[in-house]
């Protein structure tokens, strides 16, 4: 089946630094990534899609200066939190959408951020 | 408009079956999703169905029915482990996908 890593699991830093979360496809070109964010107790969020080679696609009262995605190559996604705050404090998990129908989400295993 | 709604928690006995429900609404629709989530997890994919009926997988089903926009989720035969979140979520015509907010289910012994 399709694999999806993240890297780093978890994560905490100081408010003011920024902080940059890897996903990575490991077994298929992914050209789709989405990137969500989920406070405790509550549901996924999305905060964007991310398309290989172009410009992520933001959901609306996402910051895309303060959440930073790039896209460059099939397998690799990073989001970078910039002057991280500690309300960013969250589990933040990518998807890669698979590459034949019914094109399902293969989930990494999230990113727990702390900021302190 | 698109929404999609889900019981936010269920109780059910160890051994016994249970049945969580997901309703949604949508112009565009390209399958019904169902997801497990354990705390501190991420979701991991569990069925999908794009014609109306059941699809049976092991212990867990999943049903759809597109002229009401309703789904289920059957698991039998519960277990401790069974424990988690069930996230519905329905691909709309941008084959993205629109998450329900999730059910809890509680196993008691």
């Known amino acids: 089946g399709a694999v999806v890593s993240q890297h780093p699991s978890r994560v905490i830093c100081k408010s003011g630094t920024s902080v940059k979360i890897e996903c990575r496809s490991l077994d298929f070109q992914a050209t789709t990534m989405f990137w969500y964010r989920q406070f405790p107790k509550q549901s996924l969020m999305l905060m964007a899609t991310?398309?290989?080679?172009?410009?992520?696609?933001?959901e609306q009262g996402v910051e895309k200066d303060k959440f930073l995605i790039n896209h460059a190559s099939l397998t690799l996604s990073t989001l970078t939190v910039t002057s991280a705050h500690p309300e960013d404090s969250s589990f933040y998990i990518c998807?890669?959408?698979?590459?034949?129908?019914?094109?399902?989400?293969?989930f990494g295993p999230g990113t727990r951020l702390t900021v302190t | 408009g698109q929404n999609i709604d889900q019981p936010t928690e269920m109780t059910a006995t160890e051994g016994a079956i249970v049945q969580i429900n997901c309703t949604y609404q949508?112009?565009?629709?390209?399958?019904l999703f169902w997801y497990q989530q354990h705390a501190g997890e991420a979701p991991t994919f569990l069925s999908y169905n794009v014609l109306d009926g059941l699809e049976e997988k092991g212990r867990f089903s999943s049903f759809l029915s597109r002229s009401k926009g309703y789904s289920y989720l059957l698991l039998k035969e519960l277990q401790m482990k069974d424990s988690a979140s069930y996230l519905c979520a329905f691909m709309d015509s941008n084959y993205q996908l629109i998450w329900g907010a999730g059910t809890k289910l509680i196993i008691k012994p």
């Open positions: 998807s890669a959408r698979g590459f034949r129908e019914p094109y399902e989400q293969y």
């Open positions: 949508t112009s565009g629709f390209n399958g």
């Open positions: 991310s398309n290989e080679g172009s410009k992520a696609t933001y």
